[in-house]
């Protein structure tokens, strides 16, 4: 996503670049409350880290999610490092950016409750299709080999809560795809409900 001269100076200000930090900080913090879905294998685990970063991308633009999102990612990786070989972290970082960045390129259009909502259905949508592909072609084929065990395996950890799931296309329907539908819609919600609070709070600093 390339910035004019202009929209580059516009968002980074001391202002921005200090709530940025801040919202990232509180997105790390987030990642560590965790809960389990009793629909998915034990590794898929809810949090509301997103909150933040769907947020930063209201009040400042679809490039200052990307970054908080990414200062998440960071902050979780000092912290606590990888048991993914940096597989969970990029996948956590790619459904970030799928979610807020339509999101905040609709309402940037039309500053509105209407457009938030609009912003963020279509934020889940595109977050929810991009998990399927990017999980079917690029997260568990990584994971499997971040763990050297075969894709079988994880299918199987699938199959152990749901035995629907049978394969890797079924895994993808019915745990990844609800995973990320339900994750977006609670992020989207309690956005929604407090982004008004947390504006004005921004605008008057």
Same mark, same amino acid.
């Given at each position: 996503?390339?910035?004019?001269?202009?929209?580059?100076?516009?968002?980074?200000?001391?202002?921005? #670049?200090?709530?940025?930090?801040?919202?990232?900080?509180?997105?790390?913090?987030?990642?560590?409350?965790? #809960?389990?879905?009793?629909?998915?294998?034990?590794?898929?685990?809810?949090?509301?880290?997103?909150?933040?970063?769907?947020?930063? !991308?209201?009040?400042?633009?679809?490039?200052?999610?990307?970054?908080?999102?990414?200062?998440?990612?960071?902050? !979780?990786?000092?912290?606590?490092?990888?048991?993914?070989?940096?597989?969970?972290?990029?996948?956590?970082?790619?459904?970030?950016?799928?979610?807020?960045?339509?999101?905040?390129?609709?309402?940037q259009r039309n500053k509105s409750r209407?457009?938030?909502?609009?912003?963020?259905?279509?934020?889940?949508?595109? #977050?929810?299709?991009?998990?399927?592909?990017?999980?079917?072609?690029?997260?568990?084929?990584?994971?499997?080999k971040a763990f050297h065990m075969p894709?079988?395996?994880?299918?199987?950890?699938?199959?152990?809560?749901?035995?629907?799931?049978?394969?890797?296309?079924?895994?993808?329907?019915?745990?990844?795809?609800?995973?990320?539908?339900?994750?977006?819609?609670?992020?989207?919600?309690?956005?929604?409900?407090?982004?008004?609070?947390?504006?004005?709070?921004?605008?008057?600093?």
């Amino acid at each position: 996503m390339e910035l004019t001269a202009k929209q580059e100076r516009k968002l980074m200000t001391t202002k921005n #670049m200090v709530l940025m930090a801040m919202f990232g900080a509180l997105s790390g913090l987030l990642m560590y409350i965790q #809960m389990p879905v009793p629909f998915a294998p034990s590794f898929y685990k809810l949090d509301f880290c997103d909150v933040p970063v769907l947020i930063g !991308s209201f009040a400042m633009g679809p490039v200052a999610g990307s970054v908080i999102a990414a200062l998440k990612i960071l902050i !979780s990786l000092v912290l606590r490092g990888t048991q993914t070989a940096g597989v969970g972290e990029f996948s956590n970082w790619v459904q970030a950016c799928s979610l807020s960045i339509p999101a905040a390129l609709i309402y940037q259009r039309n500053k509105s409750r209407k457009s938030a909502m609009l912003g963020i259905a279509a934020g889940i949508i595109t #977050m929810v299709i991009i998990a399927c592909v990017t999980n079917t072609y690029i997260m568990l084929p990584a994971y499997a080999k971040a763990f050297h065990m075969p894709i079988d395996n994880l299918i199987a950890m699938g199959t152990a809560v749901n035995p629907h799931i049978n394969n890797l296309m079924a895994f993808v329907l019915l745990a990844v795809a609800p995973f990320n539908l339900l994750k977006g819609v609670l992020v989207g919600l309690i956005t929604t409900l407090i982004y008004k609070r947390v504006s004005i709070i921004i605008k008057s600093a």
